[in-house]
């Protein structure tokens, strides 16, 4: 897996203060995407020790709420494993954070995958320019979806996020 930076101080993606991972590689090719340098799965740095450490070290705060996963797409089919191991780790040494996961897949494509065990939110669906509203929360245009993965899960059922 490769990543172009992790942001230690966000605040618009996701709940709270949080870090966000940004991932290279993302093949949905969003007209209007912000971030189109991420798109090249082999952009950016190699996700090494040194990179998880980093990552890991800003979580380390009790004033962090959590890490965003983001990119280019963490779900792109090259980043799923490594991605998957990464969440793992995250959630066994930082259980009282939250994962978010922004992703152009739709939750009916994705929700079997072994990942989602450790999601807490999810960002569904691809970016549509058509539909963009600066005024949305936590999203880019009204056709992605804030989901409760956990809840979702469990119930076998859809829900939608519902900041508290």
């Known amino acids: 897996m490769r990543y172009h930076n992790i942001t230690k101080d966000d605040m618009l993606n996701g709940e709270g203060l949080r870090v966000v991972l940004w991932v290279a590689g993302c093949d949905h090719g ?35 709420s959590g890490v965003t996963l983001s990119g280019g797409d963490p779900l792109y089919m090259g980043n799923r494993e490594d991605m998957t191991i990464l969440a793992k780790h995250i959630k066994e040494r930082f259980p009282d954070q939250n994962i978010w996961l922004y992703t152009g897949f739709r939750w009916e494509e994705i929700s079997a995958l072994p ?45 939608l996020y519902n900041a508290e």
């Open 30 to 64: 969003c007209k209007g995407c912000h971030n189109t340098v991420t798109w090249d799965p082999n952009g950016g740095i190699p996700f090494d020790e040194s990179a998880q450490d980093e990552l890991f070290d800003a979580l380390d705060h009790d004033y962090i």
């Open 115 to 159: 990942i989602m065990e450790f999601i807490d939110v999810l960002v569904d669906g691809r970016f549509v320019e058509d539909l963009k509203d600066s005024k949305l929360h936590w999203k880019g245009s009204f056709n992605q979806r804030i989901i409760d993965v956990q809840k979702s899960r469990k119930n076998n059922s859809l829900y």
